[in-house]
């Protein structure tokens, strides 16, 4: 019998640890989300109500069932609060040096052995993050997509020293609590997903910089072509320049292919600020 999860902890308030939030309270969980900062969390909290909203303006949920959900969700500016959770998933920034940190944390925090450690990571291999703990078989990768309020699919990374009975007990929780669809794959750069998805953005860029096309006919055309419902460099502004170098520059440096290797026009518009729908500005304009 799977011992049942209610007690969820996630860290970090952005594009998607807020999502993943939002669908923990949705599924009547008690869910404690750190954040760095009294900014972050007013940030953080805009979003899931901003989401929550939609859904009301959507007739999806009523505003007393919004409030509900938003009741369930407790922000703290301490990790230490995290002391009782069951399950921690991580979805703070992709850079390595920030997660090293808070996995040690967590590792001093968490009181439960049996707790469960999650990174919501794109790339940074799951195996480093679990050999910083004193419990690396309880170290897993849960990686959402992005909305993680609509996209089924979950990969359920498993390290080479996965405590079988950590990955059974999380496999069953995200299908059966929070609904989702899980695939499981191994700790290698880009899981199965971004294995393909990124070398196929890179191609648009790489396309787009060429001056072939345009982003729209870049965009128009897998969509008209392909049955896509978003074109690739769509989808790379939905997900956010920088994510996409990040995970790009980290499948580099595990597989040395050139295909995997971001294109100059990318790095030059994140160090601009041309990050996609998050700052308003990527490959086409949304500040409408
Ligand atoms: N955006 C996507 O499409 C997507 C999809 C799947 C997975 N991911 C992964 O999810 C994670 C988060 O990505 P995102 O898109 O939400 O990024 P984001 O930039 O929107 O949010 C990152 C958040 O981390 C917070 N943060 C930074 N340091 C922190 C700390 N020490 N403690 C707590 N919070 C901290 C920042 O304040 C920010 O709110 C990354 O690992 C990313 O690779 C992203």
């Known amino acids: 019998m799977t011992e049942t999860i209610t007690r969820v902890g996630v860290v970090g308030c952005g594009v998607m640890g807020a999502s993943i939030a939002e669908i923990c309270a949705r599924a009547g969980l008690d869910v404690r989300v750190a954040?760095?900062?009294?900014?972050?969390?007013?940030?953080?909290?805009?979003?899931?109500?901003?989401?929550?909203?939609?859904?009301?303006?959507?007739?999806?949920?009523?505003?007393?069932?919004?409030?509900?959900i938003l009741a369930r969700?407790?922000?703290?500016?301490?990790?230490?609060?995290?002391?009782d959770r069951e399950l921690v998933i991580e979805a703070a920034v992709e850079h390595s040096d920030v997660k090293t940190e808070i996995f040690t944390n967590l590792d001093k925090v968490v009181q439960a052995p049996d707790a469960i450690f999650a990174s919501n990571t794109s790339s940074i291999p799951i195996t480093r993050l679990g050999c910083i703990t004193t419990r690396p078989g309880r170290v897993l990768g849960i990686h959402f997509f992005n909305p993680a309020t609509r996209m089924p699919l979950?990969?359920?990374?498993?390290?080479?020293?996965?405590?079988?009975?950590?990955?059974?007990?999380?496999?069953?929780?995200?299908?059966t609590v929070l609904g989702k669809q899980v695939v499981r794959t191994r700790d290698r750069a880009g899981f199965v997903v971004n294995a393909l998805l990124i070398p196929y953005v890179l191609s648009a860029i790489r396309m787009f910089e060429s001056g072939f096309a345009s982003a729209t006919d870049i965009d128009r055309a897998m969509k008209l072509g392909c049955a896509h419902p978003m074109g690739p460099l769509e989808l790379a502004d939905l997900i956010g320049l920088?994510?996409?170098?990040?995970?790009?520059?980290?499948?580099?440096?595990?597989?040395?292919?050139?295909?995997?290797?971001?294109?100059?026009?990318?790095?030059?518009?994140?160090?601009?600020g041309l990050l996609g729908y998050k700052t308003g500005r990527g490959f086409h304009d949304h500040t409408s």
């Open 35 to 68: 954040v760095r900062s009294a900014g972050s969390q007013d940030a953080g909290l805009a979003r899931v109500t901003k989401s929550l909203d939609r859904s009301v303006r959507k007739q999806h949920a009523s505003e007393a069932q919004r409030d509900d």
């Open 73 to 83: 969700i407790v922000f703290t500016t301490e990790l230490a609060d995290l002391a």
């Open 154 to 175: 979950v990969e359920l990374v498993e390290t080479l020293v996965a405590d079988q009975e950590a990955v059974t007990r999380a496999e069953h929780f995200l299908s």
């Open 242 to 272: 920088d994510i996409i170098l990040d995970v790009a520059e980290a499948l580099h440096a595990e597989f040395r292919e050139p295909h995997y290797c971001p294109p100059p026009l990318l790095v030059r518009m994140v160090d601009s």
